[in-house]
């Protein structure tokens, strides 16, 4: 009996947990950046920290790794659906690895070292 109601709860767990992972990526659902571009393409969107030095904003990357961004491509706005948080340093970064063909082509203007950048979002009350 203990084994099947253990069954039902991790089997349940595991049916579960797939679906949290989409419902968590869907606050960036519908938004756009500061050039109107929508800002995610499925998994280009995460919630992240950043650090201001001298004026200048920097994002963590997925990989771990500090990226400046210039304040003119930074939106300062919450996210909808973004849970509040007491990370003074919340912050929103959507970009994928930047290509060649984005470095020499036209769209150049939204590459910062090896990412393209989608949109970056800094919430109200973070600065």
């Not at 990226?67 to 919450?78: G, H």
Request: hydrophobic residues 35%; glycine residues 10%.
């Amino acid at each position: 009996m203990l084994k099947a109601l253990l069954s039902a709860t991790l089997g349940g767990a595991l049916a579960i947990a797939p679906l949290s992972a989409p419902r968590a990526h869907e606050i960036y659902t519908g938004v756009h950046g500061k050039n109107g571009q929508l800002c995610c393409g499925g998994n280009d969107c995460a919630a992240t920290s950043y650090r201001e030095q001298g004026g200048r904003f920097e994002f963590l990357t997925r990989e771990s790794r500090w990226i400046a961004i210039p304040s003119d491509r930074i939106t300062f706005l919450p996210i909808p659906g973004d849970p509040p948080s007491d990370d003074s340093h919340r912050a929103h970064l959507c970009y994928r690895h930047a290509t060649d063909e984005d470095r020499e082509g036209g769209y150049s203007f939204n590459v910062f070292e090896d990412i393209y950048l989608y949109c970056a979002f800094i919430p109200p009350g973070s600065t």
